[in-house]
């Protein structure tokens, strides 16, 4: 499997041919989001479990929504029955993927909350008794800490997010073990950051138009901003339209 270095314009092309995907089957596509909502939602309403069955499941998800990409791509139907398509083939993989995820994410969390909660502690002396405020240098120093404590938990769920972002798609489309679809979604990401660059900014913006006649927009933008993550993944990663393993 070879991974493609694209270029920076690559980045509003996915989301130009994402929605060429979404035009094919506008209605199914934005019942497959509706299904996702009410199962996530009800998953939601059980405390703690609900949190890590959503965790979980999300990668298995996200493959039925991939194979869905790959089917249309490939001049054939798409139904809601797509959307289950990841229970059906490569499950426990993606139910891997989905608990490297939840795993990665608490690591980061937990370091964030320790650096700032460590930050909090070193300060609490002068926070108690009201002399931090009086100090300048140290508020600013204070201030500079817990920014680079913040920094550092944003990096480290954007590199979680590198790693996992085309994880699903490799799983399901190329036959990728959890670990194996981690690393190639990394690198992947690691190789195209300008393209995945110019994709977010394109992406902000869009995202504030939608946002404009009561969120209106979103009805069409969130299923497709899941496709582009199919053709994002069918630039960089060469081959990809292949048969279902």
């Not at 998953?43 to 999300?58: E, F, T, Y």
């Not at 489309?173 to 990401?189: M, Q």
């Amino acid at each position: 499997m070879e991974i493609l270095t694209v270029p920076g314009n690559r980045g509003s092309a996915w989301i130009k041919d994402a929605y060429a995907i979404f035009k094919r089957a506008p209605w199914v596509w934005i019942g497959m989001m509706v299904v996702t909502f009410v199962l996530f939602g009800i998953a939601m309403a059980v405390p703690l479990v609900g949190n890590v069955a959503m965790s979980l499941l999300q990668p298995v998800f996200t493959a039925g929504l991939m194979v869905a990409c790959r089917d249309s791509d490939q001049g054939q139907p798409v139904t809601l029955e797509h959307l289950f398509a990841g229970f059906k083939n490569r499950m426990g993989p993606l139910i891997t993927l989905g608990t490297l995820n939840l795993l990665m994410s608490a690591i980061v969390l937990g370091v964030t909350f320790l650096g700032g909660a460590a930050g909090l502690w070193s300060k609490w002396d002068a926070i108690k008794d009201g002399t931090l405020a009086q100090n300048p240098a140290e508020l600013i120093s204070t201030l500079i800490t817990f920014s680079v404590v913040l920094t550092v938990g944003a990096v480290g769920f954007l590199l979680v997010t590198f790693a996992t972002w085309f994880a699903p798609a490799l799983i399901i489309l190329k036959g990728l073990n959890a670990v194996e679809s981690i690393k190639a979604s990394f690198l992947g990401c690691i190789r195209n950051v300008w393209p995945l660059t110019m994709y977010s900014l394109w992406l902000l913006l869009w995202a504030v138009l939608a946002s404009i006649p009561l969120g209106l927009g979103w009805i069409v933008l969130l299923p497709v901003l899941v496709i582009t993550e199919y053709t994002g993944f069918r630039d960089i990663f060469q081959g990809a339209k292949q048969e279902l393993l």
